[in-house]
């Protein structure tokens, strides 16, 4: 794809307002917003930004609740050519004075407009952008709109990565969040107009989910619940066809007695960000009768592999999405054949613009086009890729390498472990063992019986020999486990 046939976000959702002006695109408590009515309040946020002095590439900053009023100053933003940073409230204060000072923000939208204590010098306005613009600000705000490349950065994307003291910042263009939904064949077969996408409540704004659903035609629902069964409950009631949520999401949702409201009708449970446990993905069809779709992507990268209408083979990720490039490749750069584990290499027309700041991590990650994601995997005679972990978290127990994705996966299947981190701790003898760290779901297992189910299910090298217990695991605003704080 090239930059004649992409385009930008607020663009696209202007051509789906043309056709479906009365559908309802957004929805988050009470408040509802038609197609036509989002781009009027598109259009409005985006002259107060002009009107607040704001230049185009400009960055704009929020660590505020994600309610509808992140989602449509977001979307303000991308019609004033600014350029927008979600942080999660949950970062140290000083971690979110670095950040923000590395972003470069001109502004701080906070809940009653008040200065950020993180950044008190950087000028701060309401989330909801009160006020009437002038026509002068809202024609500049359309002039740059027009002006705009799709190739502007529509959004920074914290990474959350195993690596560095703090998050990378990703430059996402605005085609990385709208190729997919320009030609048909491109489209991915679980989004049309009809879709309800429901999105539970996180630390972080899923920008790709946001601009993917609207940009569709569909309907996004912020939740305003927090409680599982209250979501459920929400669900019905907006008659959410898609639900979205990160595989320790779901199970808080699956992994319950009460039953799910009668009226509640899914057709797709979607997820990523982190591996889904089997016994997780079987509760949800059952719990559902919905289809689960398992998605590959990264804040590289964008949406790249995913589960197929027609299904994919146990514990695959899928296949590339139409458009999408991809090679396994050896330490030296070369392609392996279908059953070799080497790196995934990804190309697509989304890729992101490089890490802010960080032109020797960029050179590392993106070399002649090709996106080196870090993660190892395989592809059967069929097409469906298989993930086998990540380069460098691979543990040398006296010369057998060991996954601790493939440990992780074996311990969550235990009823009692609600979370498993696998690390590898320096031996005398063996150079490294394996050590497992756990959050238990309920009361904690014994050593011996986790070491019982370690054994009946791998070779004995790979079964941890130390063991730690904890009530919580560090986390990432994505919901992964932050496994350099553990």
């Given at each position: ?46 002259a ?17 609740p ?43 939208l ?28 809202a ?36 085609r ?17 107009q ?15 989910d ?9 309907t ?23 639900l ?13 007695a ?27 069809a ?49 392609d ?28 590392r ?120 704080n553990?």
């Amino acid at each position: 794809m090239n930059e004649n046939t992409a385009i930008r976000i607020e663009a696209l959702i202007d051509r789906v307002a043309r056709r479906y002006p009365e559908r309802r695109a957004l929805i988050f408590g009470t408040r509802r917003w038609s197609y036509a009515q989002l781009c009027v309040e598109m259009g409005r946020r985006a002259a107060l930004l002009v009107a607040a002095g704001l230049q185009p590439n400009d960055v704009v900053v929020t660590t505020d609740p994600i309610t509808d009023d992140v989602g449509l100053s977001f979307l303000g933003c991308c019609r004033a050519d600014c350029t927008f940073l979600y942080l999660t409230a949950k970062l140290a204060p000083a971690e979110l004075a670095e950040i923000i000072g590395l972003a470069g923000a001109k502004l701080i939208l906070t809940a009653d407009g008040r200065a950020h204590p993180a950044a008190p010098m950087i000028p701060a306005l309401p989330l909801h952008l009160p006020g009437t613009p002038d026509p002068a600000a809202a024609a500049e705000a359309a002039r740059r709109s027009a002006a705009g490349t799709p190739a502007s950065v529509a959004n920074l994307q914290p990474t959350s990565g195993t690596t560095g003291r703090l998050p990378k910042l990703a430059r996402q263009p605005h085609r990385m969040l709208t190729w997919q939904q320009i030609a048909p064949e491109m489209r991915r077969s679980w989004w049309d107009q009809s879709s309800v996408y429901y999105r539970p409540p996180a630390q972080y704004f899923a920008v790709r989910d946001f601009c993917e659903s609207l940009t569709s035609g569909g309907t996004h629902v912020l939740a305003a619940a927090r409680r599982p069964e209250a979501m459920e409950h929400e669900m019905a009631t907006y008659g959410a066809t898609i639900l979205g949520a990160v595989p320790a999401m779901l199970r808080l949702l699956v992994d319950r007695a009460e039953p799910p409201p009668p009226n509640l009708a899914l057709r797709y449970v979607r997820t990523g960000a982190a591996a889904l446990p089997e016994s997780v993905a079987a509760m949800a069809a059952e719990r559902y009768g919905a289809t689960i779709l398992q998605e590959y992507g990264s804040t590289e990268g964008g949406s790249m592999i995913g589960t197929p209408r027609a299904g994919s083979p146990r514990g695959s990720i899928g296949k590339p999405y139409p458009g999408v490039e991809t090679r396994i490749v050896d330490e030296q750069g070369d392609d392996l054949s279908p059953d070799g584990i080497g790196e995934l290499l990804v190309r697509t027309p989304g890729v992101m613009r490089g890490y802010l700041g960080d032109d020797a991590a960029t050179a590392r990650t993106i070399r002649d086009g090709w996106l080196w994601t870090g993660d190892l995997a395989h592809r059967d005679a069929g097409g469906f890729y298989f993930l086998a972990g990540r380069r460098m978290l691979r543990i040398n127990v006296g010369g057998f390498k060991v996954a601790p994705e493939e440990v992780e996966a074996v311990l969550k299947e235990h009823p009692a472990v609600h979370e498993a981190v696998v690390l590898g701790v320096t031996d005398a003898t063996r150079g490294e063992i394996v050590r497992a760290v756990i959050e238990p779901h309920g009361m904690p297992p014994s050593v011996a019986e986790l070491r019982r189910f370690c054994r009946a299910r791998l070779a004995e090298y790979m079964v941890p020999r130390q063991w730690e217990f904890r009530d919580d695991l560090p986390r990432s605003p994505l919901g992964k486990v932050l496994r350099q704080n553990v």
